[in-house]
């Protein structure tokens, strides 16, 4: 299993869009599952979208639900976070992660064990 890395963070003002890329080189089908967490200051990491990567289907926390679209790119080995309606409250450094294992589905979180490094979200009110 190689490094997940990530891009597409930036600033945006509320009420924007960006896009968040999260590849895998040559090694996507090693897991079961990808997903998106974030961690803002002063706050518990927390799981945001998850996808079983052979079946693709979704998971989402309650306060992305309808903004934010988890999806994949198997030939490319690489998952995308599109996120939509932005919010202040969204701003959060978020890292792409990765299961093995994920019998629970994709919001099994505890079996999210492989890590990018994380990339900056900033919205801005």
């Known amino acids: 299993q190689g490094q997940l890395v990530e891009s597409g963070g930036g600033s945006v003002q509320a009420g924007g869009s960006l896009r968040l890329s999260c590849a895998a080189p040559g090694y996507m089908y090693l897991y079961n599952c990808m997903g998106w967490f974030r961690q803002a200051p002063g706050k518990e990491r927390e799981g945001v979208a998850g996808i079983a990567v052979s079946g693709g289907s979704t998971y989402y926390v309650d306060s992305v639900k309808d903004r934010f679209t988890i999806s994949q790119d198997k030939a490319k080995n690489t998952v995308y976070l599109q996120m939509n309606r932005l919010k202040p409250e969204d701003t959060a450094m978020y890292y792409c992660?990765?299961?093995?294992?994920?019998?629970?589905?994709?919001?099994?979180?505890?079996?999210?064990?492989?890590w990018g490094p994380g990339t900056q979200v900033t919205v801005s009110s």
């Open positions: 992660a990765a299961a093995g294992v994920c019998r629970g589905g994709p919001d099994s979180w505890s079996g999210y064990t492989s």
